[in-house]
């Protein structure tokens, strides 16, 4: 399984406060609420830590499918600067994180060595709709040359649950394939 | 309060959060605020603490695990008014 969430910081930033009061209890342990305050650049923490536990998030339900609304039960655990564990009960995810002025990005795995093809995309289209074909038609375009497979066969639909499963000739694959965006950043992994 | 007036407050809270107008103008029970509305989950904290503020009440993390449909928010939000 893997998961990826990206987070447009200065977007972000318009549409979301976490100093308003009890957000930050809402979702961060006391020790992810230290990190923060502690933290010289505080947004930039806070949605990196946020974006590790929305990555792993995807995995989890992907794996179990079940959905739940808790970022809290999802403990981060910063092991360097862009290393990380989320711990969710007994089960653990490992993070990557990428961080540049414009936005934080993480991939969660269920193992440290999975090896994962990503792609992050700076679109113009202000419309979500948009976007999700685009970057729907980007992901595709990737797996087809990277698995040495025929695009126009390749097809995305999505579960129940609102996970993308890649299909192939009708055929559901097991390619594990996790969508992302936020504001101008779009971005697949699989 | 009835069914209907708690819908319409609900539908109030979140209007600034969707990004799907067509299922907002549809709003029912069974609306989903992720997969429906398309709210994304950074705003989903702001929808819980804006229900807290609008109904005077606390959501812990437990039963705010379960506030990802109308029809769950609805549940919650009465059962925490009946505590009062």
């Known amino acids: 399984m893997i998961g990826n969430d990206i987070v447009d910081l200065k977007y972000i930033k318009e549409t979301s406060n976490w100093k308003r009061p009890r957000f930050l209890d809402k979702v961060f342990t006391t020790k992810e609420q230290h990190l923060i305050l502690s933290s010289e650049n505080q947004h930039q923490m806070v949605w990196l830590l946020w974006s590790m536990k929305e990555a792993a998030y995807k995995c989890h339900v992907q794996q179990y499918g079940r959905r739940f609304f808790n970022p809290k039960r999802l403990v981060c655990e910063l092991i360097s600067e862009d290393k990380g564990q989320v711990n969710i009960d007994a089960i653990q995810y490992y993070t990557a994180t990428i961080v540049t002025k414009d936005y934080v990005y993480t991939i969660a795995k269920q193992t440290d060595d999975q090896p994962v093809e990503t792609s ?12 999700s074909v685009l970057l729907k038609r980007y992901a595709l375009e990737s797996i087809a040359e990277v698995k040495h497979l025929d695009l126009d066969m390749l097809e995305i639909r999505k579960t ?31 | 309060m009835t069914k209907d007036e708690l819908i319409a407050k609900l539908k109030t809270i979140v209007q600034p959060y ?16 992720i997969n429906d509305l398309k709210i994304n989950s ?26 990802i449909s109308v029809k769950a928010a609805m549940g919650i939000v009465n059962e925490k008014l009946a505590e009062k």
Do not use: W
Request: glycine share 2%.
């Open chain 2, 42 to 67: 950074a705003n989903l904290v702001d929808v819980i603490l804006d229900v807290e503020d609008e109904f005077d009440i606390r959501i812990e993390n437990d039963d705010m695990e379960k506030m």
């Open chain 1, 160 to 190: 129940k649950i609102g996970a993308p499963e890649v299909y192939y000739a009708s055929q559901k694959t097991p390619i594990d394939l996790t969508l992302t965006h936020c504001g101008r950043f779009s971005s697949f992994a699989f």
């Open chain 1, 120 to 131: 992050i995309i700076e679109t113009k289209a202000p419309k979500l709709a948009t976007q």
């Open chain 2, 18 to 33: 969707i990004q799907d107008e067509a299922a907002f103008d549809n709003l029912s029970e069974d609306t989903d605020f």
